[in-house]
DNA sequence: CATGAATGAGAGTTCATTCAT
DNA sequence: AATGAATGAACTCTCATTCAT
């Protein structure tokens, strides 16, 4: 029982990896057999084809994600405090699994044009899960007076769309500085922009500060 | 001669509608061929390969919006309404291939795997160009104090993430909202955040107007 | 022991049902041992190969026949009886099986290109036991003056020959006559034609009759 | 245009070889294509999928029996000697294909479980040829009182059957008879056991002989 | 005896690319 | 320059068979 998940996620680790690597196209299902150890029909005992071994990957990766936000945000009740877990959850996700960042990429395009909708559905319902909880958050803030008032669930889509951005940009940069440090930087841009004149004035010097650091240059 | 280049193009029309429809992998040589109304073979006199092709078309595409904006800006002073312009050319340039816009996912996907770096590089010289446009704008806001002190070149990385970020979003969310308005609304958050007092005062009563507004209802 | 042959016969009759509906090479080892109620490598408990399961079926069955028949035929003197006993035993042989008919022509098909001669072998073998029952049979009618002289080894022939034809027919067609009244139409013609004058003049008017009712319409 | 029908024609030949030789599924695509002389891609220009060969090979040859048949029989009045043509053409379309006689077991089989009901479908449609041509032969020869007063659709069935099952019988045989002689020795039994009082008086003794040759031995 | 996970040879099929016309 | 028939390497996936437990 257990042993079968076992096989199954080290089909997945190998899977990774060589997707990340070469792409799902140019990979193939041989050689992340070879990779794992075992003899290409097993993958099939596993997985009924290889898309769907990808789309496990995705599923797996988004599961392991939501579940691991959900259970550090138990117990958080303010909400700058639980922006901060989002945040810090992404960049250790995303850390996590920087040698895998380009898959990304190729589950979103691939979600774009697979017949099998599967891929956007599953992408969609984990944006969902983001912005119901930026919503939510995002409201408190607006309620307690810290944002301005604003259009909700415009800042938060921006949020998202900033957030998968810096990612883009970190990829395509050959990741050659660090996230946390810019998705800091980018809280304190937004944070100038969004804070309520009383919250302002509090926290301006700190956030000022970030914004001339940058997070490009070591720190 | 001319005639040649009509067909070039005739191809790269052709290859834009069926790659955006199928995605690159999924599209046969021979369709795009179809669509274009020649035969299969006329396609390799123009194009030494598929991947060919698929380069000739991001290149084509970006070497396009790079002459477009340098046009434009040609004999435009003021930075302020340099980066109107930057922005109206970036959401003219999407809005013109919206129907291809998945491509966009293909290309950087394609640029992190392909054994072929000038996808890499191209994309780098682009964002190379829009890069250097930005230092050059912001550093002159800064400048002028219109802007807050900032370390430039982070901001720049910022703006181009976001960017990229808001049409990914865009994209992935099945284009249900007007990209015009989340770039300006992009552009308002950034403001506020940005702004030395002395503009906020002035531009604050605006700008928060775009915040309550949002972008994603109708206006 | 006799465990061990009840599981076998459980074996054959889930192959015979599989095969059946499915067809030799469509039919999934592992879809008999699922219907048997047994797992897959319990197959080749019992039998080395697919090939050979298959073989065993067409065993088991022609020599269940040969059996059947032969006991059957004991003890009972008289040729025309027999002939009777002969044509009842094949059909019920016939309809028994009803369900697994398409088996058979797989049987031939697979005996004229198996490198595996067995098949062959053993369909030959049994259409020798039906061949050299018929000739006695049909060599004391004839000696006895109920046939014409014939050349008796050509009339059996000929017989067995319709005898599969008739299964053929009923087979293509969708078993859509009853198989029984087939062959005692195929009898009453046959006998017309063999009957030396002074027989056909005794049975003439029954034969007649069943010509003109034929087996098409219900009787 | 009519280079592409020969090519066509050759692989039908090529895949006639290998599939008598080896039967429809141990015949490897690869194998056709070489035997035609062509690459393995090849066979894939001109047919779909291999079952979609072996559909066309089975069409073929009932379309050109068909339309040999309804080109000898034009102008013919007498049924009896058209019944002479029919036999006569059904004996040479068995010779011409001797040597791929194994592949019609394999039709038949392949008609009764295959997903593709075009098998089925045309083979139906040749059986309902050959039933409506021998229906009106038939009936014609009760109206004119040369066979007894009969159901003649089971008649005309029955004779199907015995074809049928002479080739069937000839295949298994190893075609150690001439299908020829067997088929006149049928007809004379048939012919024996059909005729009307008056006609048999006439034929009766060439008939009789011919009971008496038999088939087997040489002549 | 029974199991069923693992195997891996081998199948049909695709399609970018070539090249004789 | 344009064609499109021909190519064949390379792919994913199947499934009879094995064998450690």
Chains 1, 2, 3, 4 share one sequence.
């Not at 995705?58 to 599961?63: A, E, G, Q, Y």
């Not at 700058?80 to 989002?86: E, F, G, P, S």
């Amino acid at each position: 029982m257990t042993e079968k998940k076992a096989k199954r996620q080290l089909l997945l680790d190998a899977a990774a990896e060589i997707f990340a690597r070469k792409g799902y196209h140019a990979t193939r299902v041989s050689e992340i057999a070879e990779r794992a150890g075992v003899a290409k029909g097993t993958v099939y005992e596993y997985f009924r084809t290889k898309e769907e071994l990808f789309y496990a990957l995705l599923d797996s990766w988004l599961t392991q994600f939501e579940h691991e936000l959900s259970e550090q945000l138990t117990g958080v009740a303010d909400p700058l405090q639980q922006a901060d877990i989002v945040r810090e959850a992404a960049v250790m996700f995303y850390c996590r699994h920087a040698a895998h960042a380009p898959i990304f990429l190729e589950f979103w395009a691939h979600a774009l044009r697979s017949i099998d909708s599967r891929f956007l559905e599953r992408i969609r319902r984990f944006r969902q899960f983001l912005l119901d909880l930026g919503c939510r958050l995002t409201g408190e803030l607006v309620a307690r007076g810290v944002f301005l008032p604003v259009d909700i669930p415009s800042v938060v889509y921006l949020e998202a769309g900033i957030s998968d951005g810096i990612f883009l940009l970190w990829v395509l940069s050959g990741r050659n500085f660090p996230l946390e440090r810019a998705y800091v930087f980018r809280q304190s841009v937004l944070g100038l922009g969004l804070l309520s004149d009383a919250a302002r004035k509090q926290l301006q010097g700190k956030l000022r500060q970030k914004l001339q650091d940058g997070f490009l240059s070591e720190p």
